[in-house]
């Protein structure tokens, strides 16, 4: 391919970015996970130290929800406040008389700024409870004894929610479909191409064995998006390429690197230490899920639209290969800003 084929193919991507630039910067999110984080550690029977971290926009603008603790708390040091990466951080430590477990904790404020928040809460054997809060549920009992189930059911609805509020990786997988197709086996195999290597890097860097940079891994990410959208123009116009040819390698090698991506909003919200495997299993069962409900419902539309357009199916395709590859650039000159 030449210099002007791939011009007159890089030229409405950035035309698109443009408009894009202009009119979704208030809007588009790629792959954001805000969610705020209680974390309660039992030191001793009546001493806990707590953790709270909430999404801000800059040291000065946090979010206005508040932890309220059981009556009788008394703090036993001064909240240490930091902000960082634009999430608002509190340290403290504090005493109740009795303990905590049977006692309830609730969030003031969560009404009205619409944000979930995770709860973890250690105890001295090691145990933990995991919780979920919404702004319709926004208190927490304290348990004695742990529950596996809730472990289950909060990372693996975790993982749903992720994937499907995972712009960038859900417009990698549409790409890739728009490459496959109808070809079922092909497309079996490229989907689970693509969860064994995201599931390799997500397990690999949550264990701290391998880890990189969150800033440069999303730019890549980016980019293997607008690869994607280019390798589906160049196959419309019957230029066949790599991605054509062995779409399981290619959505295994980029699976890698969306892994690492999955990885960096599993960090935020964080793991119970002695609940790491459980957390990472359902977490990624939970991407699974949404994955493949993603895929049915994209197969199943694009099924319909090619009964109803026939032989214009082909230029919508490109269209949206041209919309996905736009996404894309505008995605990487905005995370490549923030190096």
Known sequence: MNVSQNYSVLSPFVLLTLVFSMLLIPKVEADELRMAYLELHQLKQETFEVLWKIPSRGNNLRLG???ELPEGSKNITSPHASSV????SERWVFKIKGGLFGKNINILGLDKNKIDILVRIERLDGTTQINRLTPLNSSITIEASPSTFEVIYTYATLGVEHILAGVDHLLFVFALLLIVGQRWKVLLKTITAFTVAHSITLALATLNIVNFPA??????IALSIMFI????IHTKAG???????APWLVAFIFGLLHGFGFAGALAEIGIPQNAIPLSLLFFNVGVEFGQLLFIAVAVAVMTLLKRILSSNMEKLEILCSYIIGSFAMFWLIQRISIF
């Open 229 to 232: 959208a280019v390798e589906v």
């Open 215 to 220: 800033a440069p891994v999303e730019a890549v």
């Open 239 to 245: 230029r066949v390429g790599i991605t054509t040819k």
């Open 85 to 88: 990466n634009n999430v608002y």
């Open 65 to 67: 929800v508040y932890v």
